[in-house]
């Protein structure tokens, strides 16, 4: 018998590569897709400790034409999704007048709104057609407030959140176990990358990538509708941020993501 495949964006590190490996620990077969071919090599290598069959494809998934092909690659080699994890992304933080760039934050659109409906668009309609399977998307608490100094991809996450709750709605009794993964700040590259190393949040991460992914492991296979990375961002997400106006929470997120504010503590 078969095992089960689990197609994992953004898996050569972070919250992904963590995902990966426990997909792995329970028996799925591996197609992890990356930019950085050299790193999603090595991390395929330390998937296949676990014995299944891993695949590495390297994709830049903010391009249109990558993803078709990423879509034909799978479809030429006959493999069947079973667990559809859609988690490649990237922040960009700073001033959006006078600090960062529009070239940086299209390409982050690219890749953070257009790949999750492209992915979605054309994967899930094969699984829904063979009966089902587990979807998980990874957004981020930020979805649920307007963040400012971070305000492109805040946008593009309260975008994955509304995207995700509509087509599960849409897809009710087809079969998939969808859930949504909002995580807040974790210990990756991703403060780093984005340019947030001296902002109080990117200075303040204390939950490991594996314990995200454990969480969002245990949602997804227990049927739950949402999972946050940690206590903190469950009490950010379903208490503050449910109960403040747009205007307080765009205030109280200033505190911890303008640049400097690391220092002024």
């Known amino acids: 018998m078969s095992k089960k495949l689990a197609f994992i964006t953004g898996a050569s590190n972070g919250i992904g590569f963590e995902l990966a490996k426990i997909f792995a620990k329970n028996d799925y077969d591996i197609i992890a897709v990356a930019r950085n071919e050299e790193k999603l090599n090595k991390a395929c290598d330390e998937l296949r400790q676990f014995g299944g069959s891993v695949h590495a494809l390297s994709a830049d998934l903010s391009s249109y034409e990558q993803v078709e092909s990423l879509k034909k690659k799978i479809d030429d080699a006959g ?7 859609i988690n490649a992304g ?42 089902g399977g587990h979807v998980l998307m990874t957004s981020s608490v930020s979805g649920t407030a307007p963040i400012p100094f971070e305000a492109v991809y805040g946008a593009s996450k309260a975008f ?3 995207f ?13 176990n969808m ?10 590259n991703f403060f780093k990358n984005a340019g947030q190393s001296d902002t109080s949040v990117g200075a303040s991460q204390t939950t490991k990538p594996h314990e995200v992914a454990e969480r969002a492991w245990y949602a ?6 949402y999972v946050y990375g940690n206590d903190e961002a469950e009490h950010e997400g379903d208490v503050l941020n449910r109960l403040q106006s747009e205007s307080q929470k765009a205030q109280r997120h200033r505190i911890i993501s303008e640049p400097g504010s690391a220092s002024k503590k």
């Not at 493999?79 to 994890?85: K, T, W």
């Not at 997804?220 to 509708?225: D, K, Q, R, T, V």
């Open 79 to 85: 493999h069947s999704i079973d667990a559809l994890v």
């Open 90 to 131: 990237q922040g960009l933080g700073g001033r959006f007048i006078g600090g960062t760039e529009l070239e940086k934050e299209l390409q982050l659109i690219r890749l953070n709104v257009d790949s999750y409906v492209h992915v979605s668009k054309i994967f899930l309609p094969d699984m829904v057609k063979r009966g």
């Open 160 to 162: 994955v959140n509304s």
């Open 164 to 176: 995700f709750w509509a087509i599960r709605n849409e897809l009710k009794g087809n079969g998939l």
């Open 179 to 188: 859930t949504l993964l909002m995580p807040g700040a974790t210990e990756t």
């Open 220 to 225: 997804l296979m227990s049927g739950h509708e």
